[in-house]
Every structure is written in structure tokens, then in C-alpha cells.
């Protein structure tokens, strides 16, 4: 098997933060602090249609601008009666559309699992996107630490809870989301950061198939 190819696997945890970031109200920031320049760097070292997506997702927040977004993604997220794209994982998972369910209550349960603790001026549900996809950005960087410290214990643990976390939590409920996301968006930046983060979790889903196909791999293998 192929060696682990650590620059890959860096690139994968920093376009997951990436993400997330692009969750929060979109602002100024974004720009000055080149957010969109970072997340295509990221995206062209895994593969080359997720960099030419962060490529085009650039070329939306500059061409669409902060002011006209943060519209659409009160729209999409908020409101004002009922979000477009409720951005919680119960939203999905439940049949009666609620918050802070059973579904909430398990997402949670995984965080304590994994020594993930919400940041008290985090101001979102547990469930909201951003908070599951930095998640993942955490257990991502947990795989990439066992595999260069040469610690298969870790890694083991690292990617058997991240392949839990896909296959009951955010790789069930990520594909209607950003469906949602698509269909209701008015800006170009909000339908390319939905097509970006679905493939990019999906492929993330896709990986952590194939390795617990092979659990007995050594630490240096991919």
C-alpha cells in the first residue's frame, strides 16, 4: 500500500476549519485574513476539483461581497419565520424537524468521546454545522498526529470515532442539507460552499471506509 502522504492529510484538516469558518455570518474578515486564497492552497493538495470549487467560492464572496450575503445567509440559516437550510443535524435526523433532540443529545455524546468541549461563547446549537464540521477538523488532525508520531493505538481510536460521527451523525444529514442549501441560495457563494463542503465530507466518509476495511494496516500505510 502507498505511504501515508502527511502533506495530504494537513491539507485535509485545514479545508475542514476552512469550512466550518464559512458557516459563521460572513463578514469583512473573510477577506483580510485571505480565508478563500488559504482554502484553495488546502483543496489543491487533495484533489483538483475541490481546489477549482474553493477557486470559484473566492471568486463569489469577492464578487458578491459581505453586506449582500449576510441577507442571503439570514435567509438560508435564520430566518426570519423558518430557515431555508436549518443548519442543525435534528433539523434532518428527526422526523418532526425539532431542535436539541435525541439526535443532539447522541452528537453530544461523541463530542465527550472524543474530548471535544464547546466554546462558551460559541452561541450555536451542538449540532449546528460549524460545530460538526470543526469536529471533524479535530478528529482529522487526531489521525494525522497517529500517523506521524508512528502511534496506531491513536490512530485507531481517531479514525474509529470519526467514521462513527460520519455514519450516524454528519454524513447522514450533510447531503439534504446542502441539497437545501443549493436549491434555496441566492448568491453563487452560498450553492459553491454547499457543493464544496458536500463533496469534501463525502469524501471524508469515503475514507474512513476504506481504511476500517483494514484495520490491522500499519501506522505508515494510507
Not at 57 to 84: H, K, N, V
Not at 169 to 181: D, E, R, S
Not at 202 to 208: I, L, Q
Request: with cysteine; glycine share 10%; hydrophobic share 40%.
Amino acid at each position: 500500500m502507498p505511504a501515508y502522504d502527511q502533506e495530504r492529510g494537513l491539507a485535509r484538516q485545514d479545508l475542514c476549519r476552512f469550512l466550518a469558518a464559512c458557516y459563521y455570518q460572513p463578514g469583512p474578515e473573510f477577506a483580510e485574513e485571505k480565508v478563500f486564497d488559504s482554502m484553495r492552497h488546502a483543496a489543491a493538495r487533495i484533489h483538483p476539483e475541490l481546489a477549482a470549487e474553493a477557486r470559484r467560492l473566492g471568486e463569489q464572496f469577492s464578487a458578491e461581497g459581505s453586506e449582500s450575503l449576510l441577507l442571503d445567509y439570514t435567509r438560508l440559516f435564520l430566518g426570519p419565520a423558518q430557515a431555508i437550510a436549518g443548519p442543525y443535524g435534528s433539523v434532518w435526523l428527526e422526523n418532526q424537524k425539532t431542535l436539541m433532540g435525541g439526535s443532539t443529545m447522541a452528537v453530544l455524546a461523541l463530542y465527550e468521546e472524543g474530548g471535544f468541549e464547546m466554546d462558551e461563547e460559541f452561541r450555536e446549537l451542538p449540532d449546528h454545522i460549524a460545530a460538526e464540521l470543526e469536529f471533524l477538523y479535530l478528529l482529522i488532525y487526531r489521525e494525522n498526529e497517529g500517523h506521524r508520531n508512528g502511534e496506531p493505538e491513536a490512530l485507531k481510536a481517531a479514525t474509529g470515532l470519526k467514521k462513527r460521527f460520519l455514519d450516524e451523525q454528519l454524513g447522514l444529514w450533510i447531503g439534504p442539507f446542502t441539497a437545501a442549501v443549493k436549491a434555496g441560495a441566492q448568491s453563487g457563494f452560498y450553492r459553491r460552499l454547499a457543493e464544496l463542503t458536500d463533496r469534501f465530507v463525502k469524501m471524508e466518509a469515503g475514507d474512513s471506509k476504506t481504511v476500517s476495511a483494514s484495520p490491522n494496516r500499519d501506522i505508515g500505510d494510507a
